[in-house]
């Protein structure tokens, strides 16, 4: 948890590292999470949205120690898709009613037991997938019913390094981010 506490001033309780040492899947809403929130219409209806790199290259690390990640959101969006393929997130479930089942729906194909998962949620929708997974994770800025349901509350906004936040917490939990650090000097 060095590594984490050089980079965040601060480590997550003792539960929460516990938690997130044993994830092998992060999965991930867009809207608030991924993004600001903010959602720009072109005059086509096209939705532009916009993504923060560091969030990008916290899911290449997550990758590289062979943690799978996927993206669970309500929303349609082209540009999200051609975002998940970029980053390499194989699991991209879009126009989902139900995240809770779509989560149990995933940790079921991935045999992967409900502990090993964990979910970023900034909003009441996020609820249901949280609370089905080892680690429930709310952005800074989530709805307040969303941050007192989560295990855990990032330092940093969604669309804003949140996302990367995370990615570096599960890898020190699971005693990875050192080395992966290293790896990058």
Not at 12 to 19: D, F, I, K, L, M
Not at 60 to 69: P, S
Request: aromatic share 4%.
């Amino acid at each position: 948890m060095d590594a984490f506490r050089d980079a965040y001033c601060a480590a997550p309780e003792a539960g929460v590292v516990e938690r997130a040492a044993g994830i092998r899947l992060l999965a991930l809403d867009v809207d608030g999470v991924l993004t600001d929130g903010a959602v720009y219409m072109a005059g086509d209806g096209e939705a532009f949205k916009r993504f923060h790199i560091h969030d990008g290259k916290g899911l290449a690390l997550l990758h590289e120690a062979g943690i799978a990640t996927a993206i669970v959101t309500a929303r349609r969006s082209t540009a999200v898709a051609e975002r998940a393929r970029e980053l390499g997130i194989s699991q991209l479930r879009q126009g989902v009613r139900d995240k809770g089942a779509e989560i149990t729906a995933l940790a079921t194909e991935l045999e992967l037991p409900p502990a090993a998962c964990a979910f970023v949620g900034d909003d009441l929708v996020d609820l249901a997938a949280m609370a089905r997974c080892g680690l429930a994770v709310a952005v800074a800025d989530a709805h307040p019913r969303v941050r007192r349901r989560a295990h855990w509350v990032t330092a940093r906004r969604g669309g804003n390094g949140a996302v990367r936040e995370v990615c570096e917490l599960v890898l020190a939990a699971g005693g990875l981010l050192q080395g992966l650090m290293d790896g990058h000097d």
